[in-house]
């Protein structure tokens, strides 16, 4: 496994990106998208230029809220696979039925797996099911049968966060990514050791099985700084390296 940070990019941030992204210089980074309307208001091969000119590595992409159900799905996975350099690609479920969310993946199987993209799905609590046509680990585990689709495991989006190492054992087979941060009194996407995610037990556990995928270190952006030291830190603790490949 490799230890990555996450870092979002936002519209507004595309004239001081060279100043935003000098932290994650010399390291491999998950980079990150929000609004599916903003994303087309990015320069993208700016933002790629400028990360290859830092020496940093986009190992997966964070794609914006865009769902098989979107007239512009394809592009935007196109997009990121021909601007980025990745096939490895997380994207949040939106709303919608799923039995129609899956046949639309199939149609569009043939395509995807020709251009060896993996989707791959965040979970969330069960909390969000009338907002999302899926929700759980588990529900993905067993309703993915396509080769490309996989699951990014967020263990902040977990019904029971602190029994991450468990829920993760019963779909480990088809994660491929791994969302690491805490949780604090509902707060997602809070800095490690704050709350009831066992992060160094989950940590030891994936190194022990031989997880290969990235594990992404996600926390909200007003932790960044915390973000920077936490993941050279896990990295090195954990003999993983997030420097550049």
């Given amino acids: 496994m490799q230890i990555l940070a996450s870092r979002f990019i936002y519209p507004e941030e595309q004239e001081n990106l060279v100043d935003i992204l000098s932290a994650f210089r010399d390291t491999a980074i998950q980079l990150s998208f929000f609004k599916h309307q903003d994303f ?7 933002i790629k230029d400028i990360c290859d000119s830092l020496n940093i590595s986009v ?40 039995s129609l969310a899956l046949v639309k993946l199939k149609e569009f ?12 799905y965040e979970n969330f609590p069960s909390s969000a099911s009338k ?52 949780v604090v009194c509902n707060m997602q996407h809070q800095p490690l050791g704050r709350g009831s995610v066992p992060y160094q037990e989950f940590l030891s556990y994936l190194r022990s099985i031989g997880f290969k995928g990235p594990v992404v270190i996600e926390y909200m952006q007003e932790y960044e700084e915390q973000l920077l030291e936490d993941t050279k830190k896990i990295a090195t603790l954990f003999g993983c390296g997030n420097n550049h490949p």
């Fill in 109 to 120: 199987a043939s395509l995807l797996e020709e251009s060896g993209i993996i989707l791959a």
């Fill in 40 to 46: 087309f208001k990015m320069e993208h091969n700016l």
């Fill in 131 to 182: 907002r999302k046509w899926i929700c759980t680990p588990r529900q993905m585990h067993s309703s993915f049968n396509l080769p490309f689709l996989n699951l990014t495991f967020d263990t902040s989006h977990l019904d029971s966060p602190e029994n991450c190492i468990e829920e993760f054992k019963a779909v480990f087979d088809k994660v491929a990514v791994v969302h690491l941060s805490d």
């Fill in 59 to 98: 190992l997966t992409v964070h794609a914006p809220t865009v769902d098989v159900f979107d007239s512009d799905f394809l592009k935007v996975i196109e997009q990121i696979k021909q601007v980025y350099k990745t096939t490895l690609i997380t994207i949040h479920p939106q709303k919608g039925d799923r």
